[in-house]
């Protein structure tokens, strides 16, 4: 019997110190960021101790790093359930979900590594970009100050508080932070881009451009600066080198629906609505829950054919859809929808919340110039129509005025005729109305 006991003891003695190995061989491939092979490696101790939560945390770091988010998740959440005490966990599954766009989710996540540890400035940095993407600034920005109290050069606490005073128009604090940030890392792309970003939104889209470029030289594998700068060519009026930028952002991310909706909407501008309508309708494939890409398929189904009930249905449909970044659309939406009902009044009281939301919108000032001529106050819609053709409007989404030649005829001929000749820009046997 105490051979056998002796025996047993040595086996679970030998099992204790394979494990060991293994786990030091997988700590050793982590340190050396050969993170697929430590993969392997943390693989082998799951199977041999099924219930070894750090060893599932660790795993899930490797495919963290290989930004394999999902994987990572699935992981830590195992991990944390095995009752692997670690506060890194909370920590690392924050990350993850702030990667994968579940910045409500990576807040929880961060609260509770927080509530147990205020000493991390690189937490209260991702905390506070969560609450930046959702829109929050108020609650973004004290984490930004967190992060910086604790570290006084942390560069992306810098860059992303740069970011968060550009959303709240405070253009004065956000180039203080992205000179500070640029002081510390002369090469961080992201600082050149929040510059640009402030050019932008001041109309300054030469200097944008230029800031950019400077940021694409730095790093050319990051889809949003394409996405920015082919903005900028559009208020530009450079449309081919706008289409060029969208080309690259596709080749990056042929995934992503920004690039679609972009290079679609700079193809009107070109006078091929064929292309242009052909990328927004990709564009809302890829992405059915946001606004933006449904309302243009919209607008441009509008371009080719009368609108009817159907149509007012999907537009109240859209209204409820994803608006972050867009949040005139809704407005818009439901006001076109009761145009098209012949509701003319209520039509206009959506479209003036719409303006007050964003003053600049051309989507909004055209919707607005066909209500009034509906109501037939002409004044007002022509002031609308001055509005948006001094804005960036492609004059092929001018189209369904042609509505107005039947309904208003004599507004149509007075005032929308002479101002320019929709039936040269829908080209090529794209007929308007």
């Known amino acids: 019997m105490q051979v056998i006991i002796g025996f047993c003891s040595g086996i679970v003695v030998l099992l204790f110190i394979l494990i060991a190995g ?31 939560g750090e060893a599932r945390f660790k795993r899930g ?21 095995l009752k692997t005490r670690s506060n890194s966990l909370n ?19 961060f609260d ?74 002369p090469n961080l792309f992201w600082a050149y881009q929040n510059r640009g970003v402030m050019y932008y939104r001041i109309q300054d889209y030469r200097n944008a451009i230029q800031e950019f470029t400077r940021a694409i030289m730095l790093n050319p594998r990051e889809e949003t600066l394409y996405l920015n700068r082919g903005a900028s060519f559009i208020h530009a009026k450079e449309f081919r080198r706008a289409v060029q930028d ?21 193809y009107l501008h070109l006078n091929n609505f064929e292309k242009g309508q052909a990328d927004l309708f990709k564009s809302w494939q890829i992405a059915p829950r946001k606004i933006a890409h449904a309302w243009m398929v919209e607008w441009c189904g509008m371009c080719l054919r009368k609108p009817n009930l159907e149509t007012a249905l999907r537009l109240e449909a859209h ?3 994803d608006a ?22 209520e039509a206009l009281e959506e479209l003036k919340h719409a303006l007050q939301v964003k003053p600049q919108s051309e989507d909004v000032h055209f919707w607005l110039a066909v209500v009034y001529a509906s109501l ?31 309904e208003h005829l004599e507004f149509f001929q007075q005032f929308t005729l002479p101002l320019f000749a929709i039936a040269e820009a829908t080209q090529k046997g794209n007929t308007p109305i």
């Open 22 to 52: 293994i786990d030091m061989v997988g700590n050793m491939l982590m340190k050396i960021e050969n993170h697929n092979r430590a993969i392997t490696v943390y693989t082998w101790l799951t199977v041999l101790m099924p219930m070894y």
């Open 61 to 81: 770091k490797a495919y963290y790093h290989l930004q394999n988010y999902k994987k990572a998740v699935n992981d830590f959440e195992l991990a944390h359930r």
């Open 91 to 109: 920590k690392y599954l924050g990350f993850s979900c702030y990667a994968m766009g579940e910045y409500k989710q990576a807040i929880s996540y």
């Open 112 to 185: 509770v590594f927080i509530e147990r540890d205020q000493t991390a400035a690189n937490v209260y940095n991702a905390r506070g970009s969560s609450y930046k993407e959702l829109g929050l600034y108020d609650q973004a920005l004290p984490d930004f100050h967190k992060a910086l109290e604790l570290k006084p050069d942390y560069v992306l606490a810098y860059n992303n508080r740069a970011a968060t005073y550009l959303s709240m128009n405070d253009h004065e604090h956000a180039l203080e932070d992205i000179e500070k940030a640029l002081e510390l890392d």
């Open 246 to 266: 969208y080309d690259q952002a596709i080749a990056l991310q042929p995934e992503g629906s920004a690039g679609y909706h972009g290079r679609g909407y700079a």
């Open 319 to 321: 209204a409820q859809l």
């Open 324 to 345: 972050h970044g867009h949040e005139d659309l809704p407005f818009v939406c439901r006001g076109t929808a009761l145009w098209i009902r012949g509701s003319y009044q």
């Open 376 to 406: 037939e106050m002409e004044q007002e819609a022509m002031d609308a129509l001055d509005q948006a053709l001094n804005l960036p409007l492609p004059r092929i989404l001018f189209s369904p005025l042609y509505i107005l030649e039947h």
